[in-house]
């Protein structure tokens, strides 16, 4: 039964039955969120049990000849930039270990730009007319914040499978000197569960930039999570690439280990050129005599290096992979036959990107709302939290325990196939 070849009459009996299990569902009171990308505490649980007997205390000299438990060595420990070295394959001296943060690092960058610029600026970009930055959508909402907070217009830019549109990219990049950079999330982008092709990241790496300080903020935050083994998804190194092409300066990237480890306890790091780094550090050495140490050591300890990484990453995809399929498989059920939404079956990240009939999508976040399912609210992956086509919700599986995910699942297909007879009825 395809809801739109429906009559009338049909559709009307349908939406009848569709509100009296919705009605049905109030009497439940449920209370299940499927909001953020967190994960649960089963996966928590994995963490800290390669964490907890960790001694970090009795020996604290290693490779940098510093006692650890000191202020100081303030771009972080040789170890832990080994850790991201192997993970991501740069060079050690490309690499800032930071806090707990990805996120924080980036907004620091940020206002480091709008402060100061950078090595290539002509001045500080607070004291432009204009900056703006591309902002491929959907995106992560938190970019948008930054750029809403630091007054940087957004301009969307639309994304496939492939990455963003680089033909418009590129078009828009080469005549415009106040678009000062992109955001960009190759690896399993948040919320669509891309990754960018080979080809995107040489076209970023590569393209003539009218701004001659144009940066890409590559937020490389799910660098290992993949889901499925043997089914990885891969990326091209961008920092090589940007010196291949004579763009040595063009990329921050940044990750953190907040979904290895975790959430707001684990480290971060920003990876660059030498001559960005050395950039970096000039700034920051007023804000820090040094980030966390301690916790880097407590890292590498319970880590070693990649292979502790990966066996790891595999062992919480684990527990992730059945959310998911929990997630897909009520869709594929339910709302296949029915041809109103499409929706992406990522192979790694936190995300599965649901798009509704055009105009449903803040009806269904309404609707879900109402019966006890929180959700991202609709728009949040767009900037200005505006989606021109209130279309895209983003789905965050990996927080509830499986039993409320599945509840929680229930109660979205009824809230989409309600929400979509509602649209068709032109109600
Ligand atoms: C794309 C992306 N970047 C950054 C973060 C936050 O990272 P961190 O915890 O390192 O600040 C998230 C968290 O959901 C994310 O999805």
Known sequence: MQYKELSKDKLLHEKELLQSKFDELLLKKLSLDM????????????SAAIFANIDCYTKRVYKDNFDLGNYGLFSGTT?????????????????????????????????????FG??????????????????????????????????????????????????YVESLVKEDESIKGIWCVPLYSNPDGFSYSN?????????????SDFRIFWDNAY?????????????????????????????????????????????SAICSSVDNIADIMERMKYQTIGYDKLNMLRHVIAFKNKEGVLAHMNNLAAVIRPKFEIVLKQLEIEITPLNIAKWNSPAGGYFISFYAMNGCAKRIVELCQKAGVKLTPAGATYPYRNDPNDSNIRIAPTYPSNSDLQMAMEVFVICVKLASVEKILGE
């Not at 995107?200 to 790496?205: D, F, G, P, Q």
């Not at 083994?229 to 010196?243: A, F, G, R, T």
């Open 35 to 46: 909001s953020r990308g967190k994960p649960n505490s089963e996966q928590l649980d994995i």
């Open 79 to 115: 170890e832990a930039k080994e850790l991201f070295s192997e993970l991501l394959d740069i060079e050690i001296e490309k690499i800032i270990i930071g806090g707990n943060s990805s996120l924080h690092l980036m907004y620091d960058m940020f206002s480091h730009l709008m402060l």
């Open 118 to 167: 950078n090595q290539d600026s002509e001045k500080p970009w607070c004291k432009l007319e204009k900056v703006k930055f591309l902002c491929p959508t959907p995106g992560y909402d938190r970019h948008f914040a930054i750029c809403e907070r630091l007054g940087i217009e957004m301009i969307p830019v639309s994304i496939n499978e492939f990455g963003p549109d680089m033909d």
């Open 199 to 211: 080809d995107t990241v040489k076209r970023l790496a590569n393209m003539k930039t009218k701004a």
């Open 223 to 267: 660098a290992v999570h993949h889901i499925y083994p043997n089914k990885e998804d891969s990326i091209e190194n961008i920092i090589d690439l940007c010196e291949k092409y004579n763009n040595p300066n063009r990329v921050y990237m940044f990750t953190s280990t907040s979904k290895i480890s975790f959430p707001g306890s684990g480290i």
